[in-house]
Structure formats: C-alpha cells, structure tokens
C-alpha cells in the first residue's frame, strides 16, 4: 500500500511539470472508490496550479476547485510528456498541454474526486479526520503528549490511526518506536513528555529516511511501489523476527496488533 513518503515522492516527481499546463483532454476508466463528481468536461481548459499533499491525498488546484486524489491500495501515478496507450488497470488520464497524469490502479480502491476548495465539499469531509503533518513545525512532544492523553489505546495503534499524526503506517510506526526506545504495547496516556518529545522526532527521522530513500528509488522503478521495499532493506526491527535485535543482539519480536504484525526489541524498548 502506497504510504506517506511513496506518496510525496510522487508528488515531487510531477508537480513542477505538470504546473501551469491546461488541461485539454480527460478519460474515465473503470469506476474508483467515489465517483469523479462533476462532468469531466467541464475540466477541459482550466489551469493545474501548485500540487499539494495532505496525509496521503494528493491536491491538485483548477481554476474552478481542483482533484483530490488518492492511491488507494494499489494506485500509482505517473506523469509522462508521450503518453503510451492505456491498459486495462488506467483508470484515470488528465491529458494536459504538458503531459498526461495517469492513474494506474488494479484494485481501484484509489480515488480522483473534484472539490470545489480543499476546506469545502468532498475534500473537507475525507480530509476532516486526519491528524497533524508529521513535518509542521507544530508537530512537538508536547502535542503529542497533550493528543495522547485522551488515547485508550496502545501506542502503535494510536500512531497507526492516523488521527493524531498522519504518515506513520506499519512499518514506519515499527521503527519509529524502535528508535525512540519505547515499547509497541505501551499505553498511549501513560507516554512521559520527554518520551513524546523522542517519539516525534524519531517518526521524522524515520520519514526523513524514506523520503531521502524514495528519491533514488524512483528513478529505478517505474512507480512509488518499489519504494517501501527498499526501506525495508534498512528496516531495523520491522520483517526482522528472530534476528538479533542491531543494538542489543537481542531477538527481534514479532506480535499482533489489530491485525497487523509488529515488531521490535524486547530489551531496547521499555513501557
Ligand atoms: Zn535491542
């Protein structure tokens, strides 16, 4: 699943290019997850302006409103000066006068929707629950501290809800705790201010790396989808079961959390 960094790698790759053009074509492949909600046509010759992110939702300004788009489970975008002929898994082409952005999606769980504004309509409501970009400045220990301590639940679950802090999916969330020393189970209400303060900082790190990571892989792989692979290559508890721990020589420990596997160090990570 495309996460955070897969996503912003993304929208690096295309924003400066595709910024300014106008659009002159747009085609419909199989239906997404929520329907494009205005006629496509009405589209047509409006300008693309400044790609931003939000979460894992790309936005991308019109003249009147923009898309709102997500990769879903499997989605990828690419955006190229010749576009080739679509396949059967291109479910979305926005031609401009400066390439085609394409969706790519086999198990269309992505979505392209239009929004009259990122704080009105369809954008505000599947953005509304979202919590803080990992990267604002405002993103500190002690916020974390003060959302957590209205938390029930374990601290990889929090982190993994995306409700106080977007970005840490699986396996960022593994290593992100990892790092910070703290262990998966430990009650989000429990976690000290200065535990906080190394939590936040390590969920950046970790991102940090994956973005850095995600700029060399790109240019490998025809999409983001090679992207957390390779970060798993320098994963330092998350798909390591068994093996020593790199800090301690402990066992790596592997454990179930609302269906999703999570590992780390029994030694280096303490409730
Ligand atoms: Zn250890």
């Known amino acids: 699943m495309p996460e955070l960094p897969e996503v912003e790698v993304t929208r690096q790759s295309f924003a400066e290019r595709i910024r300014g053009s106008r659009v002159t074509a747009v085609r419909l492949g199989k239906p997404l997850r929520w329907p494009l909600g205005c006629e496509a046509k009405s589209l047509v010759g409006q300008t693309v302006g400044e790609v931003a992110r939000r979460g894992k939702y790309l936005w991308l300004p019109l003249d009147a409103g923009g898309l709102l788009l997500h990769l879903g489970m499997s989605g990828s975008l690419a955006f190229m000066a010749q576009a080739r002929a679509h396949g059967a898994h291109d479910h979305f082409d926005l031609v401009t006068t400066r390439g085609t952005l ?122 983001a989808h090679g992207m957390s692979g390779a970060f798993q290559q320098h994963a330092r508890v998350y798909g390591r079961e068994g093996e020593p721990c790199l800090v301690c020589g402990t066992a790596i420990r592997r454990i179930v959390q609302a269906q999703r596997s999570t590992f780390f160090c029994p030694h280096c990570q303490r409730r």
């Open 102 to 223: 394409r969706l790519t999606d086999p198990r269309r769980f992505g979505a392209v929707v239009w929004s009259p504004g990122l704080q009105h309509g369809m954008a505000a409501k599947l953005l509304a629950g979202l919590g803080i970009e990992p990267f604002d400045a405002a993103f500190t220990g002690e916020h974390l501290h003060a959302a957590l301590r209205r938390r029930r639940v374990a601290i990889k679950l929090a982190l993994l809800s995306g409700s106080i802090v977007v970005g840490a999916g699986n396996i960022y969330a593994c290593e992100a705790l990892f790092l910070a020393g703290i262990d998966p189970r430990t009650r989000s209400e429990r976690l000290s201010r200065p535990r906080c303060t190394a939590l936040a900082a390590a969920l950046r790190q970790t991102l940090g790396q994956a973005l850095e990571l995600g700029g060399s892989t790109l240019r490998n792989f025809r999409d």
